[in-house]
């Protein structure tokens, strides 16, 4: 076949030749062309931006905060190439993307990869196998993720539905916290202090802070709707530190998804979701017309400093006339407790036989982490000490080397395989102990064998004080297969697990002096993180690595770097 050229009849020749072998592709391959290779680039730079009457240099992604949506189908493959123009190292994370053979894309700084230094830049490569629905990316290095961040929205294969009625329209909204000062510069400070960092100045609802105590000129986001259609909300917790509920004045949400991952449908008037949860909920515009408020307020149901602002948005009908009075709507107590059970409580698995629930019924390994804050000397702290977090006694240590990196190459001395399976010393986790609030530093590994199956209980304790942990695993869902409040029971407890429809998530929150049992399947080889996130706990030490050995053949092993990964 003759190259094609723009003029002459050899173009009209090799573009019927064309057409006849795409024809043919499609007639022998037809998965083929459902599947497409989606291109966009990510430039880091500052913006100078004004909020809360103030104004500081932001870092953003392409100049917007929250940064661009990536747009995608389920099998589509996503390249991104992210170029550094500010002065932080960093790099994005793909949060909830299991990221199958390719766990160099995954992004956690010093994990899976080095980060992109000043003036580098790194490309981004990944398939997004067996997904559909709503995810986010962020910034894995830092806090640079308060600003650096936006959703990820993953369509279903072109002619597959959704398992619900098709909305009329889709909208994105997503929540995230605002300090006015530098927010590398208030970590920083804690970290050098040893005490907690200030805690954000608002809330924010697509960037957007609304009327805020000292600054009522700051206008808040308007979410525009018309009488008698439906909307799928695609809701996103980007915040560092707070668990936040969702509220729309004299309006119900039908939650039929959370975390990518499909749930039976049911009826709430009010969402709680936790920082780097998503949750895709109906919304029924069947009001009068009018103004309605819509409240983003905090969860907090233990003695510890937060953000107790509440933001608020409007939801504007379609011919509502110009300065109408709001709609307003009660907003729960900030330790309303029994609203963020109930709603956790009514999620569940769809399972169904298109998208059916693969609970791991038998465990190969079967393990215990408690989730503690603790207190380490420190000589040049305020008091002499330092605030940290662990699982099981370990507060995590930052290699200087990209652990997937150091073990892909077989480098000695970066980490150790001796993370404990349980805590060194059992306890009454939930009672008042104050016996050794120290913990242990190292950069730990629990090793697990390809194919293995998985369970984990996360134990909350009362250690300085009991508080929600809102825990993500990288590269794979689990099943969130029981929880309760107090210690838990091996013997009593398991006979309690939901292992027909339990829901599917990357990201759950351990209730406040409790316990969450999840289940997965560890089938992607390479280092995954498992962490709180809240930021201030994982700068703190709350988080520790997998390694999944590979198994037999190329589909089960993991694939060389990139040639562009970034080196430290």
Not at 152 to 171: A, N, S
Not at 323 to 346: C, E, G, H, R, Y
């Amino acid at each position: 076949m003759k190259v094609a050229t723009s003029t002459g009849n050899c173009f009209n020749v090799d573009r019927l030749h064309l057409r006849a072998m795409l024809l043919l592709v499609v007639f022998l391959y037809p998965a083929f062309v459902q599947s497409l290779v989606r291109h966009y680039k990510f430039s880091v730079v500052f913006k100078n931006t004004t909020k809360l009457c103030s104004s500081k240099p932001t870092i953003t992604v392409n100049g917007k905060f929250p940064g661009p949506t990536l747009y995608a189908r389920e099998d589509d493959t996503v390249i991104v190439r992210v170029i550094n123009h500010v002065n932080h190292n960093l790099t994005i994370h793909w949060h909830g993307v299991k990221q199958l053979g390719t766990a160099w894309a995954d992004g956690p700084a010093y994990i899976t990869q080095c980060p992109i230094q000043p003036g580098q830049n790194f490309i981004y490569n990944f398939t997004l196998t067996g997904q559909r629905g709503t995810l986010l990316w962020h910034a894995h290095t830092s806090w640079l993720r308060a600003t650096l961040h936006g959703a990820i929205v993953i369509l279903p294969k072109r002619g597959t539905p959704y398992p619900f009625p098709t909305p009329d329209e889709e909208k994105t909204v997503i929540l995230a916290e605002w300090w006015k000062s530098d927010v590398e510069a208030v970590v920083n400070q804690s970290i050098k202090s040893g005490l907690p960092p200030n805690v954000s100045d608002s809330h924010t609802i697509n960037g957007h802070a609304g009327p805020v105590p000292g600054c009522s000129s700051q206008g808040g986001y308007t979410l525009h709707v018309e009488s008698g259609k439906t909307y799928l909300l695609r809701i996103i917790n980007a915040a560092l530190n707070d668990d936040l509920f969702f509220k729309i004045a004299g309006h119900n949400l039908t939650v039929v998804e959370v975390d990518a991952s499909y749930t039976k449908p049911f009826q709430t008037d009010t969402i709680f979701i936790s920082p780097g949860q998503t949750t895709n909920a109906i919304l029924t515009a069947n009001r009068g017309i009018g103004k309605y408020l819509i409240a983003v307020s905090p969860f907090m149901d233990a003695p510890v400093g937060f953000d107790n602002l509440t933001s608020i948005a409007s939801l504007r009908y379609k011919g509502t006339p110009a300065n109408p009075k709001a709609f307003l709507t009660s907003i729960p107590p900030q330790n309303a407790t029994p609203v963020t059970n109930t709603f956790m409580d009514s999620l569940r698995s769809l399972n169904s036989k298109q998208y059916p629930a693969n609970v791991p019924l038998t465990i190969d390994h079967s393990l215990f982490f408690t989730i503690a804050v603790g207190v380490n000397p420190c000589a040049t702290c305020v008091n002499g000490s330092k605030l940290v977090a662990a699982f099981n006694n370990v507060s995590f240590v930052m290699p200087t080397i990209a652990l997937l990196q150091a073990y892909y190459y077989n480098m000695k001395g970066v980490y150790t395989l001796d993370f404990p399976a349980n805590p060194p010393i059992p306890f009454n986790y939930t009672g008042n102990s104050t016996a050794n609030m120290q913990t242990t530093n190292g950069t730990r590994l629990y090793r697990l064998g390809y194919n293995s199956t998985v369970q984990i209980v996360l134990q909350g304790t009362a250690v300085i004080a009991p508080e929600s942990h809102p825990t993500h695993l990288h590269g794979f869902n689990f099943f969130v297969v029981g929880k309760g409040i107090g210690n838990f029971d091996p013997k009593k407890d398991p006979k309690t697990f939901n292992l027909v429809d339990p829901v599917e998530r990357n990201t759950i929150s351990v209730p406040t002096g409790g316990w969450t049992a999840i289940r997965f399947r560890a089938d992607n080889p390479g280092i995954w993180f498992l962490h709180c996130h809240l930021e201030v706990h994982t700068t703190w030490g709350l988080k520790m690595p997998f390694l999944v050995e590979n198994g037999k053949g190329p589909n089960e092993t993991l694939r060389p770097p990139p040639a562009d990964l970034p080196t430290c």
